[in-house]
């Protein structure tokens, strides 16, 4: 197929390097032209801005928008709507707040416009290992974008088989579903940003009482100088909490067994915060969730070995930088 894709950073770039080695015809826009020429020279077609990038797609076009949410999406989802033609597709694949796709679908819908969200997960590693897509909006939209979904999801893989009913939707185990109408899909992402909050949080506590067993507090005989990459590695293989996280956890510390270059400030991009509202508003108890969310606000006070950790699993799977709030 051919697509435009808008916003090239961290994962923008490796969404248009993945669809360009399944030989999909690629043309990308960012501000920063640096990122655009980058691209060109594996293979992409430029764009000098929005009009450009519209001119170079044939219809029924379909544009895939990669940046922050809020202020910078809703702006060029506005540009985008003036510019291109009815039939064509706007594809939202950053984090963006559910309501807000339902809100702007309605407007494209009025020019002719379709609208897909999709929760895009994968971070820094998308290219190598693909990407797991939760999709949201009018089935027929999905269905004319799925050979772009069916590039850039992981596949199969090695993974076991779940036993599903028969006459499942297969594409669930290719690592990619539509999850529903406008909204659905960065519902679905929205908590699974949640959850992963919490799992990081645990990891990150259980680190830290492992790391503070050596405590002069503690009476001598009950002291362990524990080895916290050989336990992050042999959790790994074959324990029941082994996870991606925990992979990046041995890494983190194969590597720097003090963390010693992470502060412990750990930032928190938004989900999180909207997962623990869904909360509220469905009146589902969600402790874990809101615990691991504090934690973060904490975290920005004093530093604790485990925020390292969770600091380093961020940069791990995302290449998250750690940031201090502003006051």
């Not at 999180?272 to 969310?293: F, S």
Request: net charge negative.
């Amino acid at each position: 197929m051919q697509i435009g894709v808008i916003g090239l950073g961290r994962m923008g770039g490796n969404i248009t390097r993945r669809l360009m080695q399944g030989d999909h015809r690629c043309v990308v826009y960012d501000r920063d032209p640096t990122a655009v020429t980058e691209l060109i020279k594996g293979g992409a077609a430029g764009a000098k801005d929005l009009a450009d990038l519209v001119d170079q797609l044939e219809r029924p076009r379909a544009v895939w928008i990669m940046l922050p949410a809020g202020a910078t999406t809703d702006d060029t989802v506005a540009a985008l709507g003036e510019i291109l033609d009815p039939g064509d597709t706007v594809i939202d694949g950053g984090n963006t707040f559910y309501r807000d796709d339902i809100r702007r679908a309605k407007t494209l819908q009025g020019r002719g416009l379709t609208y897909v969200d999709i929760g895009t997960s994968g971070g820094v590693w998308g290219l190598e290992r693909g990407y797991c897509m939760m999709v949201g909006g009018d089935k027929a939209a999905v269905e004319h974008i799925d050979p772009i979904l069916k590039t850039l999801a992981p596949g199969s893989g090695q993974i076991p088989r779940t036993h599903r009913p028969e006459g499942s939707d297969p594409r669930a185990e290719l690592g990619y579903i539509h999850a529903g109408p406008v909204g659905a899909g960065h519902f679905v992402k929205m908590v699974h940003n949640g959850i992963e909050y919490g799992l990081m949080q645990a990891y990150a506590e259980g680190f830290d009482i492992l790391r503070n067993k050596g405590s002069e507090a503690l009476a001598e005989d009950e002291r362990f100088d524990l080895n916290l990459p050989d336990i992050a590695e042999v959790w790994r293989r074959g324990s029941v909490i082994s996870s991606w996280l925990l992979d990046l956890t041995a890494q983190a510390l194969a590597g720097d067994a003090k963390l010693e270059e992470y502060t412990g400030a750990v930032a928190d991009s938004g989900e999180g915060r909207w997962t623990i509202e869904a909360a509220l508003e469905e009146a589902v108890p969600a402790d874990v969730l809101a615990a691991a969310l504090f934690a973060r606000f904490r975290s920005r006070e004093a530093h604790t070995f485990g925020e390292k950790l969770l600091s380093a699993m961020r940069f791990g799977f995302g290449g998250h930088v750690e940031q201090v709030a502003k006051r």
